[in-house]
């Protein structure tokens, strides 16, 4: 039955490498300007831990094959090198190897988080709360108004807050519910949360940020291709957390600017 | 058939003057001035709805909603003083359905403890959220494919219903102590039946712009009187 | 070194009488491992069940399940599930699975019953504390599964119960008003078991070693248990207060993780001041070594297990130990990498992926060192080594996709998504519970007397081997693709093609959980009817194999064992000979060529 272990384990080592080798469930297209940096490292990082998954798992079938049951019993035999010589490998071979990564893959984590937008980022406001996403534009005066909590009220959408009556930073604000931006064009996303623990994940822009209560937070990219890519959240944040999305518009300028006027004659 | 006909007589006899003692309120309800502004409803998140809707017509709020006419539908009219008849519970369920991600209706009126079924009619989840503070809070997921839900409210009160899973999803349902009341249609009309002679005080209660109140008296026998309402407008 | 007559001794030299006494109330370590293990057998089929319920939502999310309005009528509305009970029956099944399974069966059960015959006790240090540990972790599971039972159900917010949505109220949703409550308390009330426990493990270990028994004399299974019981109890020492403040935060109007402004349902929270990364930051203190309290045991149990079977001491004893401590040590200082997009100093993401992939190393000594052992063994198939050699491939599998989530950027794309839940599934979920089968099927016949059915316990890995894969893999392909996890139901547009893959994990999960029916009437029909089981069926040179299966109420029947060899002496390089008893004084045949 040793050779019988050995062989289905080989067998599952192959058959688990197979989807990764044909591309049968490959990451969602990238559209981000950052996000090179990210595939590399995943596809790196898969080399190194597909080698060692299939090396490992070889060896134990092909050791386990060798000697289970054997009718001879034969000298008890040390590997050579014993344990010196695995020591050397986990930190050596290991240790470079997973210290490189680590080296290496701060750049993608740096490009993300260690460097600001562009001054002239366009700069959206993101709200998230159970269980959908709303965005805010700044308008014309390019700033946004004041959040009031207790004004918030979702019957009349009013999901922000706001208090254009007496705040006038918030009559020119632009609230809703798609995030439209225009193509080749660094946003500034800041993030709020409204109520308890979310998050922000687009795959294809390789985006993903937590929204923290009390703590306003602050995401940049660039998208690099028109289309409609999902916002879903990530963030368990009650009942409604599996219907909780947003649609990401990413178009030409002048798209931008059409939706734009469409959305300001909604407010 | 001598029988048939004294029954019939006699029949005639209770039922006639009853009726003919009952009487009804008619009326219209206005706004004076500007309503804020009903926003459209931008259901892109939930595809499963979004496409109920036309591009040319998208859904809008409902907190204040004016028809031709300066109307205001969803107002709900009702005796809050006079009658002697309080406490019937009719034995008809009101239906709270939700379509197309709305509250069918926007405003829901009912009598205290009588039953009301909600019902999901679109392949979506819902979850029924009574704000209620006086009557008991309640908070009920309804997949496509479960039953309708039963409730029943046994105070009155005005409790603002929210779907927790569609943030837009917002509507009123209005306890009352009694069964003279209307709710106002699109005309902005309300029309309320089988009133027994008397004085009354009807309130006239609308989300945003609040509630009024006007005497009326039912005198004589199948007296019809209009009440109208004219609510004072607001900007925001 | 003291024997085991010191004043440290156990006060009790006659036997337990009476029923409540023996079998209830027990003092006895043996008895209270068995009860362990017991609950943790429970805990499993539940939370294998609620995992059932989980799956066939997902692949049928509007179907009615037949009879569910029986487990809840309010979360089952005509058998349908909805989507708070789906997280509901989430919530439970984590929290059974890592609280009363993982950390109860490789630690709480098999380390109390064999840690002091091991190292030669009649009994643990102090058997009171010992009876109070587990009642109070019994009651701990009464309080948990009672929260299925009242209106509003269990609670929504997953294992983890991340602040604010779990620190609120019911304002957030439902199951989080009394069913968060009761989560809180159950869960401070098995910390403080734990407690114990582990101030048992630590104490027999350093004071009630029978005489010639150094610490590096002791088993690897103990030294596991050793090293596990001071992780756990730095651990769980911190998350006992972090249920304590969570429940104030929800009870007495705290506000220690609810910052000022939050509005749910229009109104304003009336809460200021408080920090929802401070929950975090608590509970994965804990949790990372969590972690390794559920997997360090079942290696250790493991490595015993396999030089039993390979006839060979591992290639370093040393090394082993060492690498069991690095780790350890290491699980303190890697938590962040459960928070790395949490909104913490992104500084702090990158201090934390540095130990984080370092811990690779002294994972991968284990790994190379059990491989390593093999080459030139004599390797006896039994149910109880398919199971530890099956935990070795296990633990690669589940170790190697650490390698993608403990760098930052990658954990951008990967985080929250299945990928994750296969990782921790492969490595806690199936490895750690191979370590507690590879013991059962081997420690069984010590304990009760009788041996399992071979044929039985070779089926049952069969299944399980093949069917955790067929479950566990897959889940990494869908993280790749950003399937995000903790959904009831996938409805956004770019999940609906992975519906069929979802649907062969179901089917496979199906098939796998009811292998482990096989397990369960082997282990019921074996403890009555099984053939009688000798003193020391596999061969095994270790403490427990010098006393009658199964072992009299004070182990040793009253004689000190003196131990005059470590607990590996099989055949090694050169040697025909096997195996020599750690209690026997003759020496192996050839000298040891390493230590």
């Known amino acids: 039955m040793g050779k019988l272990f050995a062989v289905v384990v080989i067998l599952i080592a192959i058959a688990s490498a197979i989807p990764i080798f044909l591309h049968w469930y490959p990451m969602a297209p990238d559209i981000s300007a950052h996000g090179h940096l990210i595939d590399e490292q995943m596809a790196d990082t898969m080399a190194e831990a597909g080698f060692a998954f299939l090396a490992a798992q070889f060896l134990l079938g092909f050791f386990v094959f060798r000697f289970a049951d054997r009718k001879d019993p034969g000298k008890i035999r040390t590997f050579p090198g014993g344990a010196k010589v695995m020591v050397a490998a986990a930190v050596i071979l290991v240790g470079t190897e997973v210290l490189a990564l680590g080296i290496l893959g701060q750049r993608a984590w740096a490009g993300q988080y260690f460097t600001p937008p562009a001054p002239d980022a366009m700069t959206i406001q993101t709200q998230a709360g159970q269980f959908a996403f709303y965005f805010r534009y700044p308008g014309p005066d390019g700033k946004f108004g004041p959040q009031h909590p207790d004004k918030v009220n979702e019957g009349t959408q009013n999901y922000f807050g706001l208090d254009p009556a007496n705040d006038v930073e918030s009559r020119d604000d632009v609230v809703t519910a798609e995030l439209g931006v225009p193509v080749n064009k660094e946003i500034r996303l800041l993030m709020h949360s409204k109520d308890v623990g979310h998050s922000f994940y687009v795959r294809e822009l390789r985006v993903q940020q937590d929204f923290v209560p009390g703590l306003d937070l602050m995401v940049h990219f660039t998208a690099t291709k028109p289309g409609k890519y999902e916002i879903v959240c990530t963030q368990l944040c009650g009942l409604g957390h599996y219907n909780m999305k947003a649609y990401m518009d990413v178009m030409s300028q002048e798209d931008f600017d059409a939706w734009m006027k469409q959305k300001i004659s909604e407010q | 058939m001598r029988m048939k006909q004294v029954c019939t007589a006699a029949l005639a006899l209770l039922i006639g003057p009853a009726s003919c003692f009952a009487g009804t309120v008619t009326g219209k309800v206005t706004v004076d001035g500007p309503v804020p502004k009903q926003k459209v409803i931008d259901m892109s998140k939930e595809p499963a709805c979004a496409k109920d809707y036309p591009a040319t017509n998208p859904p809008k709020t409902e907190t204040a909603v004016e028809g031709p006419g300066n109307s205001l539908a969803d107002v709900v009219v009702y005796v809050s003083a006079g009658a002697n008849d309080e406490g019937t519970v009719p034995s008809t369920a009101v239906t709270l359905d939700q379509k197309g991600c709305r509250y069918i209706k926007h405003v829901t009126a009912l009598h205290v403890n009588q039953d009301m079924k909600v019902v999901n009619s679109d392949p979506t989840s819902h979850n029924i959220h009574p704000l209620a503070k006086v009557n008991r809070e309640w908070n009920k997921s309804q997949p496509p494919g479960s039953p309708p839900i039963d409730a029943k409210f046994d105070q009155p009160e005005f409790i603002p219903v929210k779907c927790n899973i569609h943030p837009w999803m917002h509507g009123y349902i209005v306890v009352l102590k009694t069964n003279h009341f209307g709710v106002t249609g699109d005309d902005g009309t309300f029309s309320i039946k089988d009133l027994p002679p008397g004085k009354y005080t009807l309130t006239a209660w609308q989300e945003t712009l609040g509630s009024s109140q006007q005497e009326v008296t039912i005198g004589g026998a199948g007296e019809t009187k209009t009440v109208n309402f004219t609510f004072k407008g607001k900007a925001y | 070194m003291s024997d085991a007559n010191s004043t440290h001794a156990v006060a009790h030299h006659a036997p337990p009488q009476g029923f409540i006494r023996k079998h209830v109330f027990s003092l006895d370590h043996k008895v209270i491992g068995l009860q362990y293990y017991g609950l943790a057998l429970v805990a499993v089929f539940i939370a294998i069940f609620l995992s059932w319920l989980m799956r066939i939502h997902l692949v049928w999310p509007n179907s009615p399940i037949r009879g569910l309005h029986l487990l809840s009528a309010a979360g089952a509305p005509g058998d349908v599930m909805t989507p708070e009970y789906y997280l509901s029956i989430l919530t439970m099944h984590g929290t059974l699975m890592v609280f009363f399974v993982l950390t109860n069966a490789p630690f709480a059960a098999f380390g109390n019953y064999f840690l002091p015959i091991q190292i030669g006790a009649e009994d643990m240090a102090f058997p009171r504390f010992n009876m109070m540990s587990f009642w109070l972790t019994f009651v701990a599971f009464c309080v948990l599964i009672s929260a299925f039972f009242i209106p509003d159900g269990p609670p929504i917010s997953g294992w983890t119960a991340y ?433």
Request: proline residues 6%; aromatic residues 14%.
């Open chain 3, 163 to 595: 602040a604010p949505l779990s620190a609120v109220g019911g304002a957030a949703g439902p199951g989080l008003a009394y069913g968060q409550t009761l989560w809180g308390i159950s869960i401070a009330i098995f910390c403080i078991a734990s407690l114990l426990g582990s101030l048992n493990f630590i104490a027999t270990t350093l004071d009630l070693r029978a005489k010639g028994m150094t610490m590096m004399r002791m088993p690897l299974c103990t030294w596991a248990w050793f090293i596990t019981a001071c992780i756990a109890l730095l651990a769980f020492a911190v998350l006992l207060p972090a249920c304590i403040l969570l429940c104030l935060d929800r009870v007495a109007g705290t506000s220690f993780f609810i910052p000022s402004g939050l509005v749910i349902n229009d109104q304003v929270l009336p809460h200021s001041g408080g920090s929802t990364l401070l929950w975090q930051h608590m509970f994965w203190f804990f949790g990372h070594p969590e972690v390794y309290i559920a997997i360090l045991p079942a290696a250790g149990i493991v490595s015993h297990i396999l030089i039993n079977s390979l006839r060979r001491p591992l290639l370093s004893h040393k090394v082993v130990i060492g690498s069991m401590m690095a780790i350890a040590f290491l699980s303190y200082v890697v938590w962040g990498h459960h928070m790395f997009i949490s909104g913490m100093n992104p500084f702090s993401s990158l201090a934390f992926s540095f130990p984080t992939l370092i811990i690779t190393i002294p994972a991968t000594i284990l790994t190379l060192i059990w491989l390593g052992s093999i080459y030139g063994s004599r390797l006896r198939i039994t149910s109880a080594s398919l199971f530890a050699l099956g935990f070795i491939s296990l633990f690669v599998s589940g170790g190697v996709s650490g390698f993608f989530l403990a760098q930052p950027s990658i954990d951008i794309y990967l985080h929250a998504t299945y990928f994750v839940v296969g990782h921790f599934h492969l490595v806690m979920g199936v490895a750690a519970i191979f370590g507690v089968f590879a013991g059962t099927y081997f420690w069984f016949p010590k304990m009760t007397g009788h041996m399992m059915n071979e044929t039985l316990g070779k089926l049952h890995f069969w299944g399980t081997f093949i069917g955790a894969y067929c479950i566990f893999m897959p889940f990494h392909y869908l993280g790749m693709v950003g399937n995000v996890r903790r959904y009831s139901t996938f409805v956004d547009d770019y999940l609906q093609p992975y519906l069929g893959v979802h649907k062969f994990i179901t089917i496979a999960a199906l098939t796998t959980g009811a292998f482990q029916l096989i397990f369960l009437a082997n282990l019921i029909y074996s403890r009555f009817k099984g053939p009688k089981a000798p003193v020391n069926p596999w061969e095994c040179t270790s403490l427990e194999w010098t006393i009658p299966s199964p072992p009299p109420f004070d182990n040793f029947g009253g004689v000190h064992p003196v131990v005059y060899h470590d607990p590996y002496q099989y055949g090694i390089e050169g040697s025909t000979g096997d195996y020599v008893m750690q209690t026997d004084p003759a020496n192996i045949v050839v000298e040891r060529d390493e230590k």
